[in-house]
């Protein structure tokens, strides 16, 4: 009983100082917002199905927050009839439910994929209990791989911090960019830079990090010339920009993450997250699901890409959870439209896709838990 008091206290606690970084959950969209009314497609590639392995030595994982069937629909309608997803033919489902609520939130669901255990919504690396889990990118650490975190929000956001940090509610945006001190990930990227320097304990993580070794760069272009080494991006006081702002950073971001990571003989872990999507689906508007769901699916291929040449990566993407329960009522294959309506500005309960390409792919067909996700991966890269 007193465990739950301290978790209802620290959530009213920092709750208010949370809502500055998520405005977009309140963000409203204009009716011309409903219909996306097509752009120029992208050319899509199919790549060869054989590998070097049975298992992988490496494992990216892509998740597109609040990507449910019908934004990867929508993407595949927008750029007239295909996606790099496609190359994944194996093909699953997730439950995402958490401990607590049948609508997870992206804290939540973050924890469970990268911890393998169901969390009340807003813990951050732990359990029920507020106790600590050890992630997937830890344990690959422990083991000698190399790891890195990409993403459109801030890197301190729920997703991304789930996988690196450990706090009982997802608002301690600054007690979670310490948590990355705690660590030897080798590269993260993403918005953020406010939470390591302009801080109420007067710390200045980005100073910390350069004595821990790392190259600290805010420009996306310089940072993809660093081949090696460990970096840490910072690209935005807080979140990126939407697409006309940020450009091809998620795609850049991810092949810079892969040309360091790749340095270790031993393997590497690598979480994407292609933030908007969700962000899209809060705002009920179209275009913004679209337009982030098309940038996620490039950055698909970009791992797709690797993996096809490497042969011993297994790329997996999925969702955290589905958002703003988009529907599908209209649209135009050959020219791109995509028309859509929504029943709720929130997360719903639905299941989300698992897509996978690669050695190993063929353990992710079904029907699944979230936390089932985390364990697969596990035993496939650590045998464990």
Request: with cysteine.
């Amino acid at each position: 009983m007193l465990q739950k008091i301290y978790i209802v206290l620290l959530l009213s606690a920092f709750g208010f100082g949370a809502m500055g970084q998520d405005a977009y959950l309140n963000a409203e969209s204009e009716q011309t917002d409903k219909v996306y009314q097509g752009g120029k497609p992208y050319n899509v590639k199919m790549y060869p199905q054989e590998f070097k392995s049975e298992k992988p030595k490496n494992i990216i994982f892509l998740i597109g927050d609040g990507m449910g069937v019908s934004q990867v629909f929508a993407g595949l309608t927008a750029n007239q009839g295909k996606l790099f997803i496609e190359n994944c033919r194996y093909i699953g489902f997730s439950k995402t439910q958490s401990a607590d609520n049948y609508i997870t939130d992206s804290a939540a669901g973050g924890t469970a994929l990268s911890c393998g255990v169901k969390t009340y919504n807003g813990a951050i690396g732990v359990d029920a209990d507020t106790m600590k889990i050890t992630s997937i990118l830890e344990e690959a650490e422990e083991h000698g791989l190399a790891t890195g975190l990409v993403s459109t929000s801030s890197i301190t956001h729920a997703t991304p911090a789930s996988f690196i940090a450990h706090q009982p509610n997802r608002g301690m945006y600054e007690h979670i960019a310490a948590d990355f001190l705690e660590t030897d990930i080798d590269v993260f990227i993403g918005g953020g830079i406010a939470h390591f320097i302009n801080r109420k304990d007067g710390r200045n993580l980005v100073e910390e990090l350069k004595n821990k070794g790392y190259t600290v760069e805010n420009d996306i272009k310089k940072m993809s010339k660093i081949k090696k080494g460990k970096l840490a991006g910072l690209t935005a006081e807080v979140h990126n920009g939407r697409m006309e702002e940020r450009g091809d950073m998620l795609p850049m971001a991810t092949n810079t993450a892969l040309n360091i990571l790749s340095n270790n003989n031993k393997g590497f872990f690598l979480m994407v997250e292609g933030s908007q999507i969700d962000w899209g689906g809060h705002a009920n508007s179209t275009v913004y699901i679209v337009e982030d769901m098309l940038d996620f699916d490039e950055t698909v291929g970009e791992a797709i890409k690797f993996a096809a040449k490497d042969g011993e990566t297994l790329v997996l993407v999925t969702a955290d959870h589905e958002t703003g329960g988009m529907a599908l009522t209209g649209g135009n294959i050959s020219t791109g439209m995509v028309k859509g309506s929504y029943p709720t500005k929130s997360h719903t309960g639905v299941m989300v896709p698992v897509f996978a390409y690669g050695p190993g792919a063929e353990e992710f067909i079904g029907i699944m838990d979230n936390t089932e996700i985390h364990h697969k991966m596990k035993k496939l890269l650590l045998n464990k």
